[in-house]
């Protein structure tokens, strides 16, 4: 039996005037579990938070906390607290004093306040720093003061929009770790929002990935990585080389036929919703291996080998990445050594790291839309 969810959301849908920003999104998060919302600019997802927060109003759906609709109830009646992406800090007040607000805000006493004070400071590093102001620290150090005042009010639930961007590269790889830990470490109902896929994989234990205001895949980070349901989401989650080919289903495999610029080869189906006819192949960087177009060494089984051109080559650090034009397409592709521009060579993606897609309708009219699912993702998310 799944258990009952903490944090609900059931068919919302929020519009800006005639503007739909989110339509119909089903989402249930676990206690204790850290759910990151991944997708581009414009998206929905920070809609989606802030109406979590109570920010913003749906126009249809619900929102629920441990079986309590809270979907009328102002934000601070709904047992959450919000870092938001610029901190928020109040310039004149010092460190001791931005984190003991939501506190004094409750008429806290001023011993209490100063102990609950005293213990963020503790668990966030900030012990000494209490009379400084937020001119005086760092960006990691302003990002800490945000989450002690969030977490000072003891929240059921911790909501996170993209607190990690105002901090330089370096910087960001750490604090992402601290507050995956201390997530951990006290328990606490999390939800992030962020562009940035690699930092998702990371911190979540379950990515929603969101595309025009309707989510289009959950799972776990192994999930939506390995498994994307559609075009969109293995792009999104790195696959972006495209190419175009042909093939059809025969038994449990699809068999990609010949064309122009690739051999023919089988790749099993696994449980992919494809139909005959025309597909679209996905593939990362570093997944397709380069080699010289009169190599003649075998390949492994289901592997697809494309015919191209380089085009150029650059050193991103570790190894070359080159642009290689196949037929009407350009992709680009790893390799530890350069291959001079304009060498003929091969593509080789092994089937493991090869995503195809029918065109867009096409697998639901044969296998039904939650044919390549997680169901982990489709009960927890609805997606």
Same mark, same amino acid.
């Given at each position: 039996?799944?258990?009952?969810?903490?944090?609900?959301?059931?068919?919302?849908?929020?519009?800006?005037?005639?503007?739909?920003?989110?339509?119909?999104?089903? =989402?249930?998060?676990?206690?204790? @579990?850290?759910?990151?919302?991944?997708? &581009?600019?414009?998206?929905?997802?920070?809609?989606?938070?802030?109406?979590?927060?109570?920010?913003?109003?749906?126009?249809?759906?619900?929102?629920?906390?441990?079986?309590?609709?809270?979907?009328? =109830?102002?934000?601070?009646?709904?047992?959450?607290?919000?870092?938001?992406?610029?901190?928020?800090?109040?310039?004149?007040?010092?460190?001791?004093?931005?984190?003991?607000?939501?506190?004094?805000?409750?008429?806290?006493?001023?011993?209490?306040?100063?102990?609950?004070?005293?213990?963020? @400071?503790?668990?966030?590093?900030?012990?000494?720093? &209490?009379?400084?102001?937020?001119?005086?620290?760092?960006?990691?150090?302003?990002?800490?003061?945000?989450?002690?005042?969030?977490?000072?009010?003891? %929240? @059921? +639930?911790?909501?996170?929009?993209?607190?990690?961007?105002?901090?330089?590269?370096?910087?960001?790889?750490?604090?992402?770790?601290? +507050?995956?830990? =201390?997530?951990?470490?006290?328990?606490?109902?999390?939800?992030?929002?962020?562009?940035?896929?690699?930092?998702?994989?990371?911190?979540?234990?379950?990515?929603?990935?969101?595309?025009?205001?309707?989510?289009?895949?959950?799972?776990?980070?192994? @999930?939506?990585?390995?498994?994307?349901?559609?075009?969109?989401?293995?792009?999104?989650?790195?696959?972006?080389?495209?190419?175009?080919?042909?093939?059809?289903?025969?038994?449990?495999?699809?068999? +990609?036929?010949?064309?122009?610029?690739?051999? %023919?080869?089988?790749?099993?189906?696994?449980?992919?919703?494809?139909?005959?006819?025309?597909?679209?192949?996905?593939?990362?960087?570093?997944?397709?291996?380069?080699?010289?177009?009169?190599?003649? &060494?075998?390949? %492994?089984?289901?592997?697809?080998?494309?015919?191209?051109?380089?085009?150029?080559? &650059?050193?991103?650090?570790?190894?070359?990445?080159?642009?290689?034009?196949?037929? %009407?397409?350009?992709?680009?592709?790893?390799?530890?050594?350069?291959?001079?521009?304009?060498?003929?060579?091969?593509?080789?993606?092994?089937?493991?790291?090869?995503?195809?897609?029918?065109?867009?309708?096409?697998?639901?009219?044969?296998?039904?839309?939650?044919?390549?699912?997680?169901?982990?993702?489709?009960?927890?998310?609805?997606?």
């Amino acid at each position: 039996m799944t258990p009952a969810p903490f944090l609900e959301v059931k068919k919302a849908s929020v519009a800006y005037g005639a503007t739909t920003v989110l339509e119909g999104i089903d =989402l249930a998060i676990a206690k204790g @579990e850290f759910v990151a919302l991944l997708g &581009s600019s414009g998206c929905g997802k920070t809609t989606l938070l802030r109406t979590i927060a109570g920010f913003v109003k749906p126009v249809a759906g619900t929102i629920s906390v441990a079986g309590r609709d809270v979907t009328r =109830l102002p934000p601070d009646k709904r047992g959450m607290a919000l870092v938001f992406q610029s901190y928020a800090l109040w310039p004149h007040m010092t460190v001791a004093q931005n984190i003991g607000y939501g506190l004094k805000l409750r008429r806290q006493p001023a011993d209490a306040i100063a102990r609950r004070v005293a213990e963020m @400071e503790a668990l966030l590093g900030l012990t000494g720093l &209490s009379r400084r102001k937020p001119a005086q620290l760092s960006g990691g150090q302003r990002q800490r003061v945000a989450l002690g005042r969030a977490l000072a009010i003891d %929240p @059921e +639930i911790l909501l996170l929009d993209e607190p990690l961007s105002n901090l330089d590269a370096r910087i960001r790889l750490s604090v992402r770790h601290e +507050i995956r830990a =201390l997530q951990r470490r006290l328990g606490i109902t999390a939800v992030h929002v962020t562009h940035d896929r690699e930092e998702a994989m990371v911190m979540a234990d379950r990515i929603v990935i969101l595309d025009g205001g309707r989510i289009a895949q959950a799972g776990t980070p192994e @999930e939506v990585y390995n498994r994307p349901v559609s075009s969109f989401v293995a792009a999104f989650m790195g696959a972006e080389n495209c190419v175009s080919l042909a093939g059809r289903v025969t038994g449990g495999h699809f068999a +990609i036929a010949a064309g122009p610029t690739n051999a %023919p080869c089988t790749v099993p189906l696994a449980g992919r919703p494809l139909v005959d006819g025309p597909v679209v192949a996905r593939f990362r960087a570093e997944a397709a291996t380069l080699v010289p177009a009169d190599d003649a &060494s075998a390949k %492994p089984e289901g592997t697809l080998v494309l015919s191209g051109r380089v085009e150029s080559a &650059s050193y991103p650090g570790g190894h070359w990445r080159h642009a290689v034009v196949v037929g %009407p397409d350009t992709v680009l592709v790893d390799a530890p050594a350069a291959f001079a521009p304009n060498t003929a060579v091969k593509v080789c993606v092994p089937p493991q790291a090869l995503f195809l897609f029918s065109p867009a309708g096409a697998e639901t009219a044969k296998a039904g839309p939650s044919a390549y699912k997680s169901n982990k993702a489709s009960e927890l998310a609805g997606a």
